[in-house]
């Protein structure tokens, strides 16, 4: 999905960048640009250096989770999502298959493997630096099932 950021003084118009980003990268640039700081316990990183062109440039790795159980890690061009409740891994090239209509097949298992344990590395990492919450503290039950699915509670 294309992310859009207009900053007049940091980029020319119509720069396009081709490297994947996460929606809790959106935040920080937005802080960097007004001047506030962040939280050191703030996820996502700055996306700055891609808008200005100067500094250390973010991962090259993206990461997404959804409330029904997807996971997906994309080190382009490699996409590989993961669906929890079926069990299905399916690995596609982003650059020979934009839509994502057609996974590569089983001669790809090692690239498959190698991203799926980057991925849980990933979110080991980011269980350990979000806040649990503690479970009787939630009243309603469709937030503290949708709070588990995700991590926060456990």
């Given at each position: 999905m294309p992310l859009v950021i207009r900053h007049p003084a940091?980029?020319?118009?119509?720069?396009?960048?081709?490297?994947?980003?996460?929606l809790m990268d959106v935040s920080p640039p937005i802080l960097d640009i007004a001047g506030i700081e962040r939280p050191e316990s703030f996820f996502g990183e700055s996306l700055m250096p891609l808008i200005t062109g100067k500094?250390?440039?973010?991962s090259d790795i993206a990461v997404s989770l959804t409330v029904r159980g997807y996971r997906s890690i994309i080190d382009y061009p490699?996409?590989?999502?993961?669906?929890?409740?079926?069990?299905v891994e399916m690995l596609f090239n982003l650059e020979e298959d934009r839509g994502e209509p057609s996974p590569l097949g089983?001669?790809?298992?090692?690239?498959?493997?190698q991203l799926r344990l980057v991925l849980q590395a990933t979110l080991k990492d980011e269980i350990v630096r979000r806040e649990i919450v503690d479970?009787?503290?939630?009243?309603?039950?469709?937030?503290?099932?949708?709070?588990?699915?995700?991590?926060?509670?456990?």
């Open positions: 940091a980029a020319q118009g119509g720069t396009r960048i081709e490297r994947p980003v996460e500094g250390p440039l973010p490699s996409n590989l999502i993961l669906s929890n409740p079926e069990g089983t001669e790809h298992a090692a690239l498959s493997e479970p009787a503290t939630i009243e309603d039950p469709e937030l503290l099932k949708q709070l588990r699915s995700q991590g926060y509670v456990v």
